[in-house]
């Protein structure tokens, strides 16, 4: 396995939110000042910004054209793209304040 792949942590997206087999990788490690970062957050551009900085690839489509979205990854305009009711949260909620259960080693 290489370091990229060990410092990317991979989500499945549901299906009803983004569509059949759309995932999304964030960086794995994250300290503790930058997880307190986003609860911290006042602005729909600070959320943005903390989520292009730790979002780093997927293969999400635009919801309303089918057309592929561009990488999140340092480019918080394309996170405008996104359902600002269902898919942000989810991104937010799952990515960055769900505990996951990884297997004992990892």
Not at 39 to 55: H, I, Q
Not at 59 to 72: A, C, I, S, V
Not at 80 to 93: G, H, K, N, T, Y
């Amino acid at each position: 396995m290489s370091k990229e792949e060990l410092e990317l942590r991979w989500f499945d997206c549901p299906e009803e939110l983004f569509g059949a087999g759309k995932r999304v990788a964030r960086k794995r490690f994250i300290k503790v000042r930058e997880r307190a970062r986003l609860f911290g957050v006042r602005s729909s551009e600070e959320v943005v910004a903390f989520l292009a900085e730790y979002v780093v690839e997927w293969n999400l489509d635009d919801f309303e054209t089918g057309e592929p979205l561009d990488q999140p990854v340092g480019n918080p305009e394309v996170f405008s793209e996104l359902d600002v009711f269902e898919q942000v949260p989810w991104l937010i909620r799952v990515l960055f304040r769900q505990s996951p259960d990884f297997p004992k080693g990892r």
